[in-house]
């Protein structure tokens, strides 16, 4: 994917100070936190909501889109032996994946298979 073939998208918050625009993203995350801990939305549900999001994920294929889709729900799930295999096909369509490499190594870290108390989420440690 070529850069250049991105769409330039609008800051909503681009008119905001440095200072009003951290603060309006940290309500955003904090708003999201709840929507995921009481499970009234999924994290692929937000994602596809996002127009960055939605635009850097154009010029790939729905094949591609479902199989990583159905690897995903199996990680949230819990069943990442099937999630991992997926992904690593989903890895040799298209080595530049970052979402599943960090997705994959995640699950790599945990050798493969998901905790015990395993609740369909892991806490973010860094950006």
């Known amino acids: ?41 999924t994290t692929i549900q937000i ?23 159905k690897a995903y729900q199996m990680y949230l799930d819990g069943n990442w032996p099937d999630a991992s295999a997926i992904i690593n096909e989903c890895i040799e369509q298209n080595p530049l994946d970052g979402p599943a490499m960090t997705l994959l190594r995640i699950m790599n870290n945990g050798g493969g298979v998901a905790p015990s108390n395993w609740k369909g989420y892991r806490a973010l440690t860094s950006k």
């Open 1 to 41: 994917m070529e850069l250049d073939d991105l769409e330039e998208t609008n800051d909503r918050f681009s008119k905001l100070s440095i200072k009003d625009k951290k603060r309006n993203y940290e309500r955003e995350k904090k708003v999201l936190w709840n929507y995921l801990q009481k499970r009234r939305k």
């Open 47 to 69: 994602i596809s909501s996002d127009t960055d999001f939605a635009e850097l994920r154009r010029l790939v294929s729905s094949e591609y889109t479902h199989r990583f889709g």
